[in-house]
């Protein structure tokens, strides 16, 4: 089984950065495409981010050139850079990966996310 603990979640103000992290740990064999996601109150959950393997990158519109999603493979850790900030951004925020145990083919784990509020 594959683990997920998110951290980093807080009060920020406007304009302000926030730094969230996700580190698995288990029985993994291969960790592949590793995602974040958010929910709003009201809102469905929607893709934030998202990065492969191999590093390439997709962000949602809303974010784009705002947040920035890494890895560190070694680390199985993936980081979600929130630089300028909106109020619309607060949001539990929920790491999501697509990875292989030793003992099981790869299906998607979710963490318990965290929570991310943008407020003056």
């Known amino acids: 089984q594959v683990q997920l603990v998110e951290s980093g979640g807080g009060l920020v103000q406007p304009g302000g950065s926030l730094g969230l992290s996700c580190a698995a740990s288990?029985?993994?064999?291969?960790?592949?495409?590793m995602r974040w996601y958010r929910q709003a109150p009201g809102k469905q959950r929607e893709l934030v981010a998202a990065?492969?393997?191999?590093?390439?990158?997709n962000y949602a519109d809303s974010v784009k050139g705002r947040f920035t999603i890494s890895r560190d493979n070694a680390k199985n850790t993936v980081y979600l850079q929130m630089n300028s900030l909106k109020a619309e951004d607060t949001a539990v925020y929920y790491c999501?990966?697509?990875?292989?145990?030793?003992?099981?083919?790869?299906?998607?784990?979710w963490g318990q996310g965290t929570q991310v509020t943008v407020s003056s």
């Open positions: 999501n990966t697509y990875a292989a145990t030793i003992t099981t083919y790869a299906r998607d784990y």
């Open positions: 288990g029985s993994i064999f291969s960790i592949y495409t």
């Open positions: 990065i492969t393997r191999g590093g390439s990158t």
